[in-house]
C-alpha cells in the first residue's frame, strides 16, 4: 500500500519537430533522430530478443521489466516485435516503473509520431488508466497474451513490491524478469532514480541469463550493474551515441544471507510466513477447480488463457447457483480516502474489474453507469473526504449533484452521489458461462466434493481418479469449511435476499442502477431487481415477505416518486432470491496457497509471546492447493483481480497488486493473528 495518496503528471513541452521533452528534467523521452529505430536497437537487439523469443515453446511467459514508461514507446515496439516472432499461446509480461506517468492526451499526442504502431497505440490509450495514487495498473490485450503492468512509483520502491518480502534473506523468493530494459531520464539529469537500491531490487528481480541494456555508458550505471552481479559489454550506442550497455547476468544473483542470531527478541525484518516453500510450476499444467461461482469461473479463465487445462466442477446443474446467482449484479466498489488495506483493494479492484469488462459488456450485460447516493451523514461526509482524491479522475468517478444524479438516472433522485460512468450491471450466469466458453475449460455439473486428497503429486477429488490434478483451487465459497484442509478457516455466511418488482410506465425511464441503502436498477424483461437485505447469523433459505418490506422501504428515501410506484403492491405475489454471501472477519478475500495449519502454528509459535520474534522459517503451505473465497456482496468487483493474483502466484509470475496488499489476502493471516493475540 502506498504512503502517498497522490501523484504528479509529466510536465511536457513539445519541440519544434513535436517531440515530447520533460520541463522537470530538461531531457528527451526518445531520440530526437527516431525513437523507436533506438527503442529497436538499445532494448530489442541487445537483450537478444528475438533470438530468445523464437526459442519460446508452447504456454511459456516472458518478463520484461522497464525503469521509466514514459511515452510507452518501448512497450509498443516489444509488443509487435513478440506478435511477429513468438508463439501464439506464449504470454508477455511488461512491468514498467513510472514516477511521472504522461496524461492520456500527451500520450496520444506523442504515439501520433509512430504511425506504424498506430493499432498498438490505439489498443493502449484506450485502456489507458486513471491515475488516483501510487500502486499497480494491470492492463491485459489481446486475451492476455500481452498484459503491462504500470507501477506509478520510485523507481526503487516500484521493483521493491515486486519482492516476496523486504526481508532481506527471503526477498528473491519471488518471480523472475528476463530482461531490463534501463530507460529514464540520463543519470546526469535525474541521478535520484539510478539509486543503491534500484539495483540490488534488480539483482534480486534477476535470475541466471536475465538480460539488461541500457542507452546510458554513465559510470553510475555501470557500476550499479556490476555490483548487481551483471556482466557488463560496452557497444556502439544508437545515432550519435557514441557507447551503450549491454549487460548479462552469468550465475545465480547473490542472496543476503543474514545472521538472524543477532537479534534475539526483536527482527526489523518482517517474519517471513508469507513465503511459500513449497511453489512450483508442475510438469502438467492442469488445475481442478472446486465451485462454479464467480471465483472459480474467473479463476478457470486465468489458467486457461496461460495455457492450463482446467477442469471445473460445480455440485448444481449449472454454473453461478448460489451467491453468483443473481440475475442482476452491481460492478460497484467502496472507495474511501484511508491509506489502509481494504480502501487500497477496492480501488484496485474496481480499475481492475472494469478493464476487464470492458470488451465484454455485450455478452455479459449494461454499462449503464452506477450511482452511488450520498444517502446518510456519514455518506455525505464521506464523499467530501474523497474529493481530494478523486477529484481530477472522471473517467473514474464523478461528484454529482441532486440535480445531475436525477439527470443521469431519470428519475427523481433526494440525495447528491458519485457516479461511476464504466460501471454497469451484470449477469452473473452469463458472464460465468462466457467465461468458461474456453476450448481449454471442461465444466462439469453434479459434482458435490465430499472428499479432498492428496496422492503422490496430485490431488483427488471424492476418490475419483478421473477427477486428478497436481492443482486444486477451492472456490466453494462458505462450502469450504467442510474440507478437512480449509475447515479451521474463519469463514462467515450472511443472508441476503433481493426482490423481483415488476416494471412500471414511470420505472421504465430508470437509465442506471442506483445504490444507496439498497440498490436498483434498469428493467430486464420487464422486471427490476431491487435489495438485498443483510442478515447475520440467519440460515434461512425461504423467500419472506419481512425482507421485501424491507428492499422496498430501503428505496422510499432516496428516490420517494419511484418507490411509490410500488406501495399499493401486494407482498405476498413478489418474487425473489435468497443467496448466501461468504465473508472474513476483515472483509478482504482470501486469495493464495491454501497454509498447513499445524505446521505453521508449531514454526511460528514465538509469536503468542513476541510478534516481532526473529523467526528464519519461511511459511509452509499445501503444494498446489489454493483458494479463492471471500468476496462476500462484490463478487463482480473483486473476483477478476483476485482469479489474476491467483493465477499469477501459481504460474509464477509478476503479480497484480503490491505485495502488501497481496500479502493482505493471504490465507494464512488469520493464523498469525491468532498466534499474535494467543488464541491458538
Not at 305 to 330: D, F, M, Y
Not at 616 to 625: A, E, F, I, M, Q
Amino acid at each position: 500500500m502506498s504512503d502517498s495518496p497522490s501523484i504528479d503528471h509529466a510536465q511536457l513541452q513539445w519541440d519544434e519537430d513535436g517531440q515530447p521533452v520533460s520541463s522537470v528534467f530538461g531531457d528527451v523521452y526518445f531520440s530526437r533522430a527516431n525513437g523507436l529505430e533506438e527503442t529497436r536497437h538499445v532494448f530489442l537487439q541487445h537483450n537478444q530478443l528475438a533470438e530468445r523469443w523464437q526459442q519460446l515453446v508452447s504456454g511459456e511467459h516472458f518478463t520484461i521489466a522497464e525503469t521509466g514508461f514514459g511515452s510507452g514507446l518501448n512497450f509498443l515496439a516489444a509488443w509487435q516485435l513478440w506478435l511477429k516472432i513468438a508463439p501464439v499461446d506464449a504470454q508477455l509480461h511488461f512491468v514498467s516503473v513510472e514516477k511521472f506517468p504522461l496524461t492520456k492526451t500527451d500520450l496520444q499526442r506523442a504515439l501520433a509520431l509512430w504511425p506504424e504502431l498506430h493499432e498498438l497505440a490505439t489498443e493502449l490509450i484506450s485502456a489507458y488508466p486513471v491515475f488516483v495514487g501510487t500502486g499497480f495498473y494491470r492492463l491485459g490485450f489481446m486475451d492476455n497474451r500481452i498484459q503491462l503492468t504500470l507501477i506509478i512509483d520510485d523507481a526503487a520502491a516500484g521493483f521493491a513490491q515486486l519482492l516476496a518480502t523486504s526481508h532481506p534473506a527471503f526477498a528473491h523468493h519471488c518471480a523472475k524478469v528476463d530482461a531490463w530494459f534501463l530507460d529514464g531520464f540520463a543519470p546526469s539529469k535525474n541521478p535520484q532514480m539510478w539509486s543503491d537500491q534500484l539495483f540490488t531490487a534488480i539483482r534480486q528481480l534477476s535470475h541466471v541469463n536475465t538480460t539488461a541494456a541500457t542507452f546510458s555508458a554513465a559510470g553510475i550505471v555501470k557500476q550499479g550493474l556490476k555490483l548487481a552481479g551483471f556482466t557488463i559489454q560496452k557497444v556502439p550506442g544508437f545515432g550519435r551515441k557514441r557507447e551503450m550497455v549491454k549487460a548479462h547476468m552469468a550465475q545465480e544473483p547473490s542472496i543476503d544471507n543474514e545472521d538472524l542470531s543477532q537479534y534475539r527478541s526483536y527482527s526489523p525484518h518482517p517474519v517471513p510466513w508469507t513465503i511459500n516453500n513449497s511453489a512450483i510450476i508442475p510438469a502438467e499444467k492442469h488445475a481442478l477447480i472446486i465451485g462454479g461461482g464467480l471465483a472459480g469461473c474467473t479463476s478457470a479463465r486465468a489458467l486457461a488463457e496461460r495455457g492450463w487445462k482446467v477442469t471445473l466442477v460445480e455440485r448444481h446443474a449449472a454454473l453461478a447457483q448460489e451467491a453468483s446467482g443473481n440475475p442482476q449484479g452491481v460492478l460497484y466498489a467502496k472507495l474511501s480516502p484511508k491509506n489502509e488495506a481494504q480502501a487500497e483493494f477496492n480501488l484496485h479492484a474496481l480499475q481492475f474489474a472494469q478493464q476487464f469488462y470492458r470488451a465484454r459488456w455485450n455478452q455479459i450485460g449494461e454499462a449503464c453507469g452506477v450511482l452511488q447516493l450520498a444517502h446518510s451523514e456519514s455518506e455525505q461526509q464521506l464523499h467530501e473526504q474523497l474529493r481530494e482524491k478523486f477529484s481530477s479522475a472522471d473517467e473514474l468517478v464523478q461528484f454529482v449533484s441532486t440535480e445531475q444524479a436525477s439527470e443521469i438516472a431519470g428519475i427523481k433522485l433526494n440525495h447528491t452521489g458519485l457516479y461511476f460512468p464504466q460501471a454497469g450491471w451484470i449477469n452473473p450466469r452469463r458472464l460465468c458461462e462466457h467465461l468458461t466458453n474456453h476450448s481449454a475449460i471442461k465444466v462439469i455439473t453434479h459434482c458435490d466434493v465430499v472428499a479432498l486428497e492428496k496422492i503422490a503429486d496430485t490431488w483427488q477429488i471424492n476418490n475419483d481418479e478421473n477427477l486428478r490434478a497436481p492443482v486444486v483451487i477451492i472456490a466453494s465459497a462458505q462450502d469450504a469449511k467442510k474440507l478437512t484442509l480449509t475447515n479451521h478457516l474463519p469463514i462467515k455466511s450472511i443472508r441476503g435476499q433481493i426482490t423481483y418488482l415488476p416494471e412500471t410506465e414511470r420505472s421504465r425511464n430508470l437509465k442506471t442502477l442506483v445504490c444507496s441503502e439498497g440498490y436498483i436498477g434498469p428493467a430486464v424483461d420487464g422486471q427490476h431487481c431491487t435489495g438485498a437485505t443483510f442478515n447475520l447469523k440467519d440460515d434461512d433459505r425461504t423467500v419472506r415477505v419481512e425482507d421485501h418490506r424491507t428492499n422496498l422501504h430501503n428505496l422510499r428515501a432516496p428516490m420517494p416518486e419511484l418507490a411509490q410506484e410500488w406501495d399499493q403492491i401486494d407482498l405476498e405475489t413478489l418474487q425473489g432470491r435468497v443467496a448466501f454471501r461468504c465473508t472474513l472477519p476483515d472483509y478482504l478475500p482470501l486469495v493464495g496457497a491454501v497454509p498447513d495449519e499445524q505446521v505453521m502454528l508449531t514454526d511460528f509459535a514465538p509469536l503468542r509471546k513476541n510478534a516481532r520474534a526473529a523467526i528464519s522459517k519461511t511459511g509452509t503451505y499445501h503444494p498446489g492447493l489454493f483458494i479463492n473465497i471471500g468476496h462476500g456482496s462484490r463478487g463482480l468487483a473483486y473476483t477478476p483481480v483476485c482469479a489474476e493474483l491467483l493465477a499469477a502466484q501459481i504460474n509464477q509470475e509478476i503479480q497484480p497488486l503490491p505485495r502488501e496488499l497481496a500479502n493482505a489476502l493471504n490465507p494464512a493471516r488469520f493464523l498469525i493473528r491468532d498466534l499474535i493475540k494467543n488464541k491458538r
